[in-house]
């Protein structure tokens, strides 16, 4: 008889959040990368239906329809890729660590991760329980043109409580953003 229990490694699931006001090719190929170049087991698109940081700007297109258009536009494309309305469900504001968090109590079964643009890790540590997501979260770094993360990831996973940043610096880049194609429909 066996005294101890093999461990089991838990699937990796990689989660990309946004409002994706709208979805646009560069969302698409940062899908594509983690599933053709991570170990993540599943990939998560998290649309958030109304980001802290955003509030007071308005979307343009309410939440249902850029779930919607993120549902259609994976489908379009051919993506594994699960298009998520958790944080629809969840009471607002919706903070990352919170969506974590439910996410961990309710598929304790899965490892996720974080995955965010290299524009956006150097303002991580001032998130809501931001260190919390650096401790208990492997982070993931998709680089954007014109932010070298490289200095700010390395700072990071020297921190003494860290659970690891990885950065994707080789990774494919593009310049599309959503703020961009919003600009261009309202001129």
């Given at each position: 008889?066996?005294?101890?229990?093999?461990?089991?490694?838990?699937?990796?699931?990689?989660?990309?959040?946004?409002?994706?006001?709208?979805?646009?090719?560069?969302?698409?190929?940062?899908?594509?990368?983690?599933?053709?170049?991570?170990?993540?087991?599943?990939?998560?698109?998290?649309?958030?239906?109304?980001?802290?940081?955003?509030?007071?700007?308005?979307?343009?297109?309410?939440?249902?329809?850029?779930?919607?258009?993120?549902?259609?536009?994976?489908?379009?494309?051919?993506?594994?890729?699960?298009?998520?309305?958790?944080?629809?469900?969840?009471?607002?504001?919706?903070?990352?660590?919170?969506?974590?968090?439910?996410?961990?109590?309710?598929?304790?079964?899965?490892e996720f991760v974080l995955v965010m643009g290299g524009d956006n890790i150097g303002s991580?540590?001032?998130?809501?329980?931001?260190?919390?997501?650096?401790?208990?979260?492997?982070?993931?770094?998709?680089?954007?043109?014109?932010?070298?993360?490289?200095?700010?990831?390395?700072?990071?996973?020297?921190?003494?409580?860290?659970?690891?940043?990885?950065?994707?610096?080789?990774?494919?880049?593009?310049?599309?953003?959503?703020?961009?194609?919003?600009?261009?429909?309202?001129?």
């Open positions: 008889m066996c005294l101890f229990r093999r461990s089991r490694k838990r699937p990796v699931v990689a989660l990309l959040f946004g409002s994706f006001n709208p979805i646009h090719e560069g969302h698409l190929a940062i899908l594509r990368y983690l599933l053709d170049h991570t170990k993540a087991a599943e990939v998560r698109l998290v649309v958030s239906p109304q980001s802290p940081f955003k509030e007071g700007q308005g979307l343009l297109d309410n939440a249902q329809k850029r779930l919607s258009d993120a549902r259609a536009a994976i489908a379009a494309a051919g993506l594994a890729v699960t298009v998520s309305d958790v944080e629809f469900r969840l009471a607002p504001p919706c903070y990352t660590i919170h969506t974590l968090r439910h996410l961990q109590q309710t598929e304790p079964d899965r991580l540590e001032r998130w809501y329980k931001g260190d919390e997501i650096l401790r208990d979260f492997a982070v993931w770094v998709y680089p954007r043109p014109g932010y070298d993360a490289g200095p700010v990831v390395d700072r990071l996973n020297a921190g003494p409580a860290c659970k690891g940043v990885t950065y994707f610096a080789d990774a494919p880049q593009n310049p599309i953003s959503s703020t961009e194609i919003r600009n261009q429909r309202t001129k």
